[in-house]
């Protein structure tokens, strides 16, 4: 346990690598900052698992909270329980918590197990951020999912398990925000923000694993346009030569140079001995 007032940084300057890994019954508290990558061009990843907890006031992932800063956060969670307690909206942010740099990296890749959100969620704040979740339960409940805060990147990809919300929405639109469906349950956990439950996306699409929406009982309104998706098909990503020496998985990022307007595919890289073995 952190005292209150001590911040916790997973790759906190310069270039800085850092992993945590929570396993078993393990538990981590800090009362203050929790950062997967802070500032400089360090890097932080987050392994969480079993039933192992973290419980943080603000968790930030890629924080990029510094001029220039060019931070990658990357949380792994395949059980367990993240709670994130502080109620301050922006209090829990992937991809660069504020307008010091817009070059923060974070994903979040939920597999299973349980996050709860007491803050709105900025996927995308003043960077880039994605969430990828394939099982386990996201609770944001009380604020929210934001996606792209002011000029970031926002990317929410709901493969499977269950996003309980009290909305989804986004702050600008000056760049892209969007939200996948591919299979699992999107749930409306509220009914104080059912008129406005899910709308101002650049894009909302559904995949060949569907959509499923629970109203959870209340009166929802979608004014979001859900669309099949317009000529997608990354279908494989060869392994780059020399693809060796990670620590950790790097993070990949799809460029459409064939055919520009392009946007909204996301990957992830698998690392073995160090080397990419897949993407």
Do not use: C, H, W
């Amino acid at each position: 346990s952190i005292p209150t007032g001590v911040y916790s940084s997973i790759g906190q300057v310069g270039s800085d690598v850092g992993t945590l890994t929570l396993m078993g019954t393990g538990s981590f508290r800090d009362g203050n900052d929790f950062n997967i990558g802070d500032i400089g061009s360090s890097i932080g990843t987050l392994n969480i698992q079993d039933t192992a907890t973290l419980t943080v006031n603000s968790l930030y992932v890629a924080s990029a909270n510094a001029a220039s800063s060019a931070t990658i956060g990357t949380v792994n969670q395949t059980g367990g329980t993240v709670n994130q307690t502080n109620t301050t909206a922006g209090d829990f942010t992937i991809g660069g918590r504020n307008g010091a740099s817009t070059a923060g990296v974070g994903t979040y890749n939920l597999s299973g197990g349980i996050v709860n959100a007491s803050s709105a969620v900025r996927v995308g704040g003043y960077g880039r951020g994605t969430v990828n979740q394939s099982g386990g339960t996201f609770n944001a409940m009380a604020g929210g999912i934001n996606l792209e805060r002011l000029g970031g990147f926002g990317t929410y990809n709901l493969n499977g398990g269950m996003l309980a919300t009290l909305n989804i929405n986004t702050s600008s639109n000056l760049n892209p925000s969007f939200f996948n469906f591919n299979g699992g349950t999107l749930k409306a956990a509220t009914n104080s923000n059912a008129t406005t439950f899910f709308q101002g996306l650049n894009g909302a699409f559904i995949y060949n694993g569907n959509a499923t929406i629970d109203d959870g009982g209340f009166g929802i309104t979608i004014a979001q346009p859900l669309l099949a998706p317009n000529g997608y098909g990354v279908a494989s990503i060869p392994v780059p030569p020399g693809s060796s020496g990670y620590i950790v998985p790097p993070v990949v990022t799809i460029t459409d140079l064939n055919s520009p307007g392009g946007s909204n595919a996301t990957a992830i890289a698998t690392i073995s001995g160090g080397a990419v073995s897949g993407i």
